[in-house]
Structure formats: C-alpha cells, structure tokens
C-alpha cells in the first residue's frame, strides 16, 4: 500500500498540526499492514527528527507552484494507492492527483480551516474525499455544515499525546524556572497575530482580578511569534508585567518540566479545533482549563478530565481552578486510557480499514 501525503508541516514542523501529521504517520507505520508513506510538506521550520521506517520525508517546498510540480511528479513516481491531504488548502491538488492515479482520497481536517464554508474548488475537493478525519466532534459538525459528503465518511480522531508527558519531579522543575510560592498559570501556545484567538490576553487581564482575591498568581507564557510584543504592552498597561513572564519557545526536551512545574495550565481559546496542549498538560499531571468552544470539550472530555468555562465566567473558573490544582498521577493514566498512542492508533486503523481494502 503507497501513500502520498501532502502536507504544510510534519518532520521538522512546529505547532499542533505538525504533530498530529507526525503522530498520524506513526500510527498508521504500525498498522497490522504498514503501508509506506512518502511524505511532501510545505515547510519545515526547523531540523527534522527521524521518520519512522517506512515513512520518508521530502525537502520542504515553500512555494505554491513548486510544490504543485513536485507533488505531480512524485506521484507519477509513486503511482499512489491513496492520496492524504493534511490541511483543506491541498484539498484541490491532492483530489487532482488521487483522480489521475485512480487513488482513494483521504482528508484531514483540523479548525479554523473549514469552520468558514470553503470556495467551490476547496468544497468540491473534500466531498470527493473516501474518508474525512475530523480532530474534533465540533470539526466534524462544522465540515457537515457545508458539506455534501456522506456523514459515515467523516470520522472523529482527536490528537494523541506522547509518551515523554508524564507525571516528574515538580519541585525540581519549580526550582529549574526560579518559582517559589506563588500559584502559576501556564500557557502554550504560538504568539502569532493570526492567532489571537488563544487567548493570552484574556488572562493578562484578569490578573488584577485574581490579585485583588489574595491570589498570588504568576503567568507564565511559553511561545514566540509577532503577538509577543502587544502581549507585553498589554501587561505593562494593565499593572501587571511582574506577574506576566515570557518564556519564548520551550525547547521539546524541557517542555514536559514547564507543564510540571506549573499549578494549572490553562489556554482560554476560541479558535483551536481540539488543542493538544490540554493532553499534554494533563499528562503530566497538570490540571487543565479551556473554553467550552469549538474542540476544548473533547480534548477535556466535556468536564470529565478539565475545567471547562464560559467566556463570561473565566475569571471564577480560573480562581476555583486554583483554589483546588494539584497535581495527580491518576489524572495522566486518564488522559491516557483515552488519548494514548495505543487508542490513537486502533481509532486511526478502524478508520482507515475500509480506504485500504477499496484500494487494494
């Protein structure tokens, strides 16, 4: 079984939807049938870590016109059984060349992408998809929405999370980040402008709130992007910029000790069609806060796993949040009975059972 998988990021990617792509073409390695997967991003931000066997990564191509040749001519190569397209925006070149190739079609679909009702070539793209993947139930309605596409074709699979996450020395990695006393929040997230939507501010601007309730609150904020600087004014206008502390990018070996060291991780979204970060938190032990909007629900298990507020309501959610975070093992072996790579990739394959046996 050959697959050809289009891309924006995966090996060498940065952000949730480069780690899903990663952990997806993890999964679907170990299959009972282990199909090989070439793989052709459209970038790579950073040095690519090892693929895992049967699974090759190309060099990035930053370039619409670029990429479109070479997706063409790998595929003339490949001669692919099934075309994966990651992001809605490859949606028209990967139906092209699962067309061309009599291959079956495999769509992903992520948030933001497909909350808005796409262009004709866009939607026409994923209704030829043979299976529509979905991270979210809200994903999965909001594709459904616009869509005239078969409802058994678009299947829920939420993110995984890695095994590195676990519960750890949180004194240790307190006193690795200089923490004393005081109850920290945690935030991971990129600071784009694009990106708003994740919230930072909304806390920087409850912290007087919480001050005010004898909470000493720290904030931590792991992330870079071009969102930093207004982020900063708006502490410093607020009162609160020695409450507010930037970290800049947490490199992948340290971040499992930033969620550790922190009292509550909390990342009040509007725009993230599940949110990998909540897992990863909480697999460490940390509890976790979002919005009950668009994926958080299912990434917080409606409530079961984290808190989960109104817009309206964040700051009382967030003072009861910290009035009662602790950190807990059997908060971790729960996110990962649901969430682990065992579950993520017996989900994956039953989803994928019928593309493989039409393609073979």
């Not at 909001?142 to 939420?158: K, S």
Request: glycine share 10%.
């Amino acid at each position: 079984m050959r697959v050809l998988a289009l891309v924006t990021e995966a090996y060498g990617g940065y952000g949730g939807i480069a780690q899903y792509n990663r952990d997806l073409f993890a999964a679907m390695s170990g299959f009972a049938v282990a199909p090989l997967i070439e793989v052709l991003p459209r970038y790579a931000r950073g040095r690519a870590e090892p693929a895992p066997e049967r699974v090759r990564q190309h060099v990035a191509i930053n370039d619409r016109q670029l990429l479109t040749l070479k997706a063409v001519a790998l595929a003339e190569q490949l001669r692919p059984d099934v075309v994966f397209s990651g992001h809605l925006h490859l949606s028209p070149l990967a139906a092209w060349i699962a067309r061309r190739h009599g291959a079956r079609l495999v769509q992903q679909a992520h948030g933001v992408e497909v909350w808005p009702r796409p262009g004709e070539m866009r939607r026409r793209s994923l209704e030829a998809a043979h299976l529509v993947l979905c991270v979210s139930r809200d994903t999965r309605a909001r594709v459904l929405a616009w869509a005239d596409v078969p409802p058994e074709r678009v299947r829920v699979a939420p993110n995984t999370v890695a095994e590195r996450f676990t519960p750890g020395a949180r004194g240790e990695a307190r006193q690795r980040l200089g923490l004393g006393d005081e109850r920290v929040i945690l935030s991971v997230s990129r600071l784009d402008a694009g990106q708003r939507h994740k919230g930072q501010d909304r806390i920087i601007r409850l912290l007087p709130a919480l001050a005010a309730r004898g909470l000493d609150v720290l904030y931590l904020i792991a992330g870079e992007g071009d969102d930093a600087h207004r982020l900063r004014a708006l502490a410093t206008e607020t009162g609160v910029a020695e409450r507010v502390r930037f970290l800049g990018r947490t490199p992948d070996e340290n971040i499992a000790d930033l969620y550790r060291a922190a009292d509550l991780f909390a990342l009040p979204s509007t725009g993230d069609g599940f949110g990998i970060v909540y897992l990863e938190a909480m697999a460490c032990g940390t509890p976790a806060l979002g919005l009950a909007v668009g994926g958080a629900p299912d990434a917080l298990a409606d409530g079961e796993l984290g808190v989960l507020a109104d817009e309206e309501d964040l700051l009382e959610a967030l003072a009861g949040a910290l009035a009662g975070a602790r950190t807990t093992p059997a908060l971790s072996e729960a996110v990962r009975a649901r969430f682990g790579r065992g579950a993520f990739r017996a989900r994956l394959e039953r989803a994928f059972c019928g593309v493989f046996e039409a393609a073979a």
